[in-house]
C-alpha cells in the first residue's frame, strides 16, 4: 500500500480556481480525501467528478476567495513498485 500527505494552500484571488496537486505515488489513488486546516474554508474546496485523479495528479477547486490550507491524503491499496 502506498500513502501520501500533502499540506496545499490555495491563495485564490477570485473564486473556482483548480489547483494541480502532484500527490507523488506514481499510481492512481483508490482513495484521497482532504482536511481544511483552518476554519475559514471549510466546506468550500471541492473536486469535480469530471476531475478524477491520475497517476501523477489531483484536482480540487476552491469557491472561497480566500487564503485556505488544507491537508490532502491519497492511498494506494494494490500499488506495487518495481
Same mark, same amino acid.
Given at each position: 500500500?502506498? #500513502?501520501?500527505?500533502?499540506? #496545499?494552500? !490555495?491563495?485564490?484571488?477570485?473564486?473556482?480556481?483548480? !489547483?494541480?496537486?502532484?500527490?507523488?505515488?506514481?499510481?492512481?489513488?483508490? /482513495? %484521497?480525501? %482532504?482536511?481544511? #486546516?483552518?476554519?475559514?474554508? !471549510?466546506?468550500?474546496?471541492?473536486?469535480?467528478?469530471?476531475?478524477?485523479?491520475?497517476?501523477?495528479?489531483? %484536482?480540487?477547486?476552491?469557491?472561497?476567495?480566500?487564503?485556505?490550507?488544507?491537508?490532502?491524503?491519497?492511498? /494506494?491499496?494494490?500499488?506495487?513498485?518495481?
Amino acid at each position: 500500500m502506498l #500513502r501520501t500527505r500533502l499540506r #496545499r494552500s !490555495l491563495n485564490n484571488a477570485t473564486t473556482g480556481v483548480r !489547483l494541480t496537486v502532484t500527490h507523488g505515488l506514481g499510481a492512481v489513488p483508490e /482513495a %484521497w480525501w %482532504w482536511v481544511n #486546516r483552518n476554519n475559514r474554508g !471549510l466546506g468550500s474546496t471541492y473536486m469535480r467528478a469530471v476531475d478524477v485523479p491520475n497517476a501523477t495528479h489531483m %484536482w480540487l477547486i476552491n469557491s472561497l476567495g480566500t487564503h485556505v490550507t488544507i491537508d490532502i491524503f491519497a492511498i /494506494a491499496y494494490q500499488a506495487r513498485l518495481y
